[in-house]
């Protein structure tokens, strides 16, 4: 593929290091008939595809309990695949796309339905010009089945020879320390780490992977990245929708299991590490799990827990037939992080995340400090904000003075907003972007095992306060549908420093004859 070039020459390259894709590829998609694989793998798949970045003469196989024809497979196989105008091109494309695609059925846990998968493999390889086998397995399945699965295909499908195998898992990885020490602990029964990628899909988001170059290839942004610039941050995640139907599923698990323990704690942990040595993946990978190690568990006063109710026609969270009556699961919840080392010490990071509020919005807010008070008046305060989705951008809130013959200031932006900066490009999803890796063999932007272990080890005793294992159970505060959230988290924010300002929240233009 040819480099494109920038406004200002040809884009520079990364230090990194992987292998190149390799051919006589099998991609195994175990949970084929699930939602995952057919709203987020399969469309992943596709889009890898049409953009030439598949393996040659890759094979694709889907594997379930589900007994369903090669027409059926196909039907489910493409319909979250986008083709709105009916453009020939890509109807072609999903032709295509199905001409290397096929189906098997079995069980998860007994070894003759794994034998079946290995001979139908087998039958596939058995057309290659050379004897090179690679399998890339994917587990788009419930985490009940990981380790029967995982030591099935080891015992039944592995490639001994002549080939590589790799495991891709989904979260989530348990429930606390101890489930998820049981499975790394299993799972490493079978398989090595380095054939196993764990899968947390916004490391794949287009703004996630920003965070390292934003970072680290700007000495204007890193000289005022610590504790002497900034006051505190945010990191936001909100949803306009409840359960709806998936309360059963939503319900065991939570918001801070569901969002907070693994999306936001990754952002943190790339927005907070220290330099690595290069953009390898243990390299990244390691100064991740130092500035982690450093963050001591959750404090039960730096919580805010908030379960949404009827509001604006639409239902409580209780109202859900399949949630259970009375539940105090939190549909909301907001947790200050500190991280006690000389760059953070002192900053506080609230992760906040929540169902049923007002809008869809995953953002990161920095909030530096105030400026040194004299020459002037209560004047707004700097913020970055980066706003992973949607429509990606990155804006900064700067102070200005007032076009024309006053002295005076007023906040405005220096705003990158791709849509409107690279209208050609085309943001790849995140899936996209990690399966890719995984075909690579790019560790990069998967979790670790120890990564994950000091992960849980930060919000276990939360979430066994919230589950009644340490006396009684927290009850969290009642937020209507379609708001902001409980009416107890601007107090909550402003403990830790925050300063909201109504001057800040005027963008992307600010209109002079209303101020």
Known sequence: MTRERSLSGTIPSMETSHEELKDNTIIIVLGASGDLAKKKTFPALFGLYRQGFLPRDVKIVGYARTKMDAEEFHKRETSYIKNPNDD???????????????????????????????????????????????????????PSVFIPVCKNLKEHCYVAKNGINRIIIEKPFGKDLDSARELLNSVKQYWTEDETFRIDHYLGKEMVKNLLVLRFANIAMGAAWDKNSISNVQITFKEPFGTEGRGGYFDEFGIIRDILQNHLLQVLSILTMERPVSFSAEDIRDEKVKVLRAIPPIERDDCLLGQYVAANGKPGYLDDDTVPPNSVCPTFAACTLWIHNPRWEGVPFILKAGKAL???????????????????????????????????????????????????????????TYKRRFTDAKIPEAYEALILDALKGDHSNFVRNDELDVAWKIFTPILHWIDGKQGQVPRPVSYPYGTRGPKELEGFVQKYGYKRSADLYIWPVTNLASL
Do not use: H
Request: hydrophobic share 35%; proline share 4%; net charge negative.
């Open 358 to 416: 007002n809008e869809a919005k995953v953002e990161v807010r920095i909030q530096f400090k105030d400026v040194t008070q004299g020459i002037f008046k209560d004047i707004a305060r700097n913020e970055l904000v980066i706003r992973i989705q949607p429509s990606e951008a990155v804006y900064l809130k700067l102070n200005a003075k007032t076009p024309g013959l006053y002295t005076r200031a007023i906040p405005t932006e220096m705003d990158l």
């Open 88 to 142: 020939p091109e890509i109807a072609k494309s999903i032709e295509a796309f199905k001409g290397f695609s096929s189906y098997i059925s079995g069980g998860y846990e007994d070894g003759e339905s794994f034998d079946k998968l290995n001979s139908y493999l087998e039958e596939i390889e058995s057309k290659y010009q050379s004897k090179e086998r690679n399998r890339i397995f994917y587990l788009a399945l419930p």
